[in-house]
């Protein structure tokens, strides 16, 4: 039996509780953005040829509350929504700018792009084949993935927007308008039924996207039937998102802002534990008295903020700035919770960082915070056989290693068993690196397997 709780529910401040109208800009609208007139004709023309391959969008919040404009274009949360040049190769910038200045047809320039964006490995770790669980009938359940055994992922299909998009989006395939490219469901009883069948799963991610861009409504037909006993084992509600930092007014004064804290409220106090699994990359994202005052709100519901995010150059390749973020993270009562290693797929030649210098990046910024800040674990690449941390640089029979562990895998066995890497002060990713002491990965035959068995199945 759990007794209810009973909290003082936060009330948005008078000035919060006004609506305040969401403005947003996409690729037809750059020469419409005012803040943007300062640039040239040409730098105008270059965020045109980009964006019409990755996907940009971005309201006059963050506009108005995040960018120095005084100090573009280094500005982190510039570079974090805007698009700049580097982010597409020579080649593929030269094609896409020659066809848009050529007049090409619609149909060639499409197709021209589409072309491009297969090239940027638009599903990276497997995804689609290796994630995706199927029904009794050996069917692809759209809108879930089950990697983990504990965890499921739902992808609500009216949730598979962001309030504006992060120029470095990992799943920016999911919003370049390509059916093939996406993975989305509005079935909440499929959900439900596979939830019910799957008793070993504890936690529910709701991902997207942003669910946080979805009416409370939507979000409750997913959410309330958790609370019937059936879905007891499901000890978990996590909702990943980044609405705190692109539009802190949904749990404000939007319209449903009340309806969606009063659902929190209604979880917690059913005895789940909700986790608001927030994005943050920049200690500027907490910093308006808007962000703040929607973190209070979240928290006095009994919901947990957590904090995650991904280590990205041109934005926060810099310990100060991550040491900063923790720390204000921590006073504002959210749990820092894991640094990323920028995954290889998209704008990834513009953003990637070394994960020797990720490495280095963490542990100097772990060095000038106080226990309550070292909760973030990292750097973790999510690649297709788990979650790997780089845990450092040692050596080891007088040869220099990198020692890795899983925090999460596909076979729970692999988890918290360290091995090695030859060091490669170069290499940004999991398959850049070639093991230490052996010509395998301890894992590497059992991944192997189990990939085959997915693929075969997926078919
Ligand atoms: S909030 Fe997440 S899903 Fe949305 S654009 Fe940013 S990285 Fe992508």
Not at 169 to 197: M, P
Not at 265 to 291: F, S, T
Not at 335 to 351: I, K, Q
Request: hydrophobic share 40%.
């Amino acid at each position: 039996m759990i007794t209810p709780i009973v909290r003082q529910r936060e009330p948005a401040t008078p000035a919060y509780a006004e609506r305040v109208p969401f403005k947003v800009y996409t690729q037809r609208d750059i020469d419409r953005i005012e803040a943007l007139q300062g640039l040239s004709d040409a730098q105008r023309f270059e965020m045109k040829v980009v964006s019409s391959v990755l996907p940009f969008r971005v309201n006059q919040y963050v506009i108005d509350e995040l960018i120095d404009w005084n100090n573009i274009p280094e500005d982190a949360i510039y570079q974090l929504v805007f698009p700049q040049r580097d982010m597409l190769a020579p080649g593929h910038f030269e094609r896409i700018a020659g066809l848009i200045r050529a007049g090409a047809d619609k149909a060639e320039l499409e197709a021209a792009i589409t072309e491009v964006r297969a090239e940027l490995n638009p599903h990276p770790a497997d995804q689609m084949a290796m994630n995706m669980p199927l029904d009794a009938e050996g069917n692809r359940l759209d809108g879930l993935q089950h990697k983990y055994r504990e965890t499921v992922l739902f992808f609500p299909s009216q949730g598979q927007t962001c309030h504006s998009y992060c120029s470095f989006c990992f799943r920016w395939a999911q919003f370049v308008g390509d059916k093939d490219l996406r993975i989305a469901s509005s079935e909440a009883t499929q959900l439900h039924d596979y939830l019910r069948a799957h008793t070993e799963v504890t936690d529910v991610l709701i991902t997207g996207g942003d669910p946080m861009v979805m009416k409370t409504s939507h979000l409750a037909n997913y959410l309330e039937p958790l609370l019937e006993p059936e879905f007891d084992h499901i000890q978990t509600v996590r909702i990943g998102t980044k609405a705190l930092t692109f539009w802190p007014h949904r749990f404000l004064g939007a319209p449903d802002a009340d309806a969606l804290i009063e659902l929190l409220e209604r979880l917690v106090e059913a005895g789940k534990q909700v986790a608001i699994m927030a994005h943050y990359n920049h200690w500027k994202e907490l910093e308006p008295e808007a962000a703040q005052a929607a973190i209070r709100r979240i928290r006095s519901t009994g919901a947990v903020i957590r904090a995650q995010g991904p280590l990205i150059a041109h934005i926060n390749d810099d310990p100060a700035v991550w040491a900063r973020m923790w720390q204000a993270q921590v006073r504002l009562g959210i749990v820092p919770y894991y640094m990323f290693v920028e995954r290889d797929t998209g704008a990834s030649r513009y953003f990637e960082v070394p994960l020797l210098r990720a490495w280095e990046i963490y542990r100097e910024a772990m060095q000038q915070v106080s226990g309550l800040a070292r909760t973030a674990r990292g750097p973790s690449m999510s690649a297709s056989p788990g979650k790997v941390e780089i845990q450092g640089v040692a050596e080891i029979a007088g040869e220099k290693v990198f020692v890795l562990r899983f925090i999460q895998a596909r076979n729970p066995d692999w988890v918290q068993r360290p091995f090695f890497a030859k060091y490669d002060e170069h290499a940004t990713w999991l398959d850049g690196l070639e093991p230490a002491f052996g010509e395998r990965w301890f894992w590497q035959d059992e991944y192997d397997a189990l990939r085959q068995e997915k693929l075969a199945a997926a078919e």
